[in-house]
């Protein structure tokens, strides 16, 4: 096994000391000048947000947005405004409208952060359920500039079950999924495992309907396909975890889909075939509490509870360890592309050009990464201390 001593490319302290348990790199197109730009993602475990470019490394937004933890963040487009869309532990679902001329402009020194940044508008909310800390899936349709963005979340009244929500027109899409499967396989009166993680996914060329990969407290992982009368099938199930499963990722091209849990175990599980296959390796040490895919299905990131981050390859031969957190990593995440596009209104352009050019001694214009850096291969990794790594990968 291998063993790596490089340091991070770079360290965000913002959110110290409170634990990071949501992360989310993120490249944003520019409508008009064919660019783009990244940003980083972060929700805490004292309910606050933060929106950070990669540009400078500091944050355009930095609010609180739940009165408990953030379980899960993503950025969306509802209703034609770019918005943040935000899980907390709180049983809320958010999102905030954020501005084209704030992400764009210059940003203030770490001193005046909590003092100088804008608090995005709450433009949509949601009651739903989170007692079994499952973040939410977002998937981004071609239909979702006119639908909104679809939405996994737990079942309101049963954790062991999933509901997909569209958010513009508010529609609840399906309910309970998997409700009358994992109830048919045991006591009606006995309370249904927690599903503890969720991928909610499109359909693949020549194929129709969504699917769900899921993973639960009692170790099985599970893919539900569902029909467009909202009611859903069980397609697979395996179990290959001896304890509850922490986290789940599935591969951009759909090709497979990785777990981790609480035991030692890793297991990858091929996806979109006739028979489904699954096969595991264990880690060095016991507890995994996130996991993700790099883009091109390469390259595998896992968070464990003893703070450091093994990399493995889509064979789950051990490759790598980053060593830099002391505690669990919660949160890992690979740079992804994002299908929404930065517009500016006549008064964000304005904005835009009318910024005060006298602060620029304050960043780094050329970007602290470096203009070579491949975003592609970064990996962001989110520690119990608060404190967030950007690592070349």
Known sequence: MGSRSDAPLWILRHHSPSPIHALRLVQLKHHDEGKSAAFILAGD???????????????????????????????????GKLAILSQGRDNKLHAHQIQLSNITSLAVLPSRIQDDLTVPDLIWSLDVNALNYCPMSVLH?????????????????DSGFIDVIQLS??????????????????????????????????????????????????????SWS????????????????????????????????????????????TLYQKYQRAKITKSRAMGHASVAIRKDGKLIAVGGWDGNVRLFDNDLQHSASLR????????????????????????????????????????????????KTNIDNLLITGGKEGRICIWST
């Open 324 to 371: 830099y957190h002391k505690d669990t990593v919660q949160a890992v995440a690979f740079a992804e592309t994002s299908s929404i596009e930065m517009k500016a209104t006549r008064k964000e352009e304005d904005d835009i050009d009318n910024v005060d050019d006298e602060d620029d001694d304050e960043i780094n214009t050329n970007g602290v990464l470096g203009s």
């Open 141 to 157: 349709t071609p239909q979702s500039r006119q639908t909104g963005p679809l939405v996994a979340i737990p079942h309101t009244l």
């Open 169 to 222: 027109p508010e529609e609840r899409i399906a309910r309970a999924v998997g409700q009358a499967d994992i109830q048919s396989n045991g006591s009606r009166a006995q309370r249904a495992p927690m599903c503890m993680s969720m991928q909610l996914l499109g359909p693949k060329s020549g194929e129709e309907g969504l699917r769900i990969i899921a993973g639960y407290e009692d170790g099985y992982m599970r």
């Open 226 to 269: 569902l029909r467009q009368d909202g009611s859903s099938d069980l397609e697979w199930e395996s179990r290959k975890h001896n304890e509850s499963i922490m986290s789940s990722a599935c591969s951009q091209d759909r090709a497979f889909a990785v777990s981790v849990g609480a035991d030692d175990i890793i297991a990858l599980y």
């Open 45 to 79: 475990s004292q309910g606050r947000v933060s929106f950070s470019s990669l540009n400078d490394v500091r944050p355009r937004y930095f609010w609180k947005a739940h009165e408990k933890g953030v379980l899960g963040v993503d950025i969306i487009e509802l209703d």
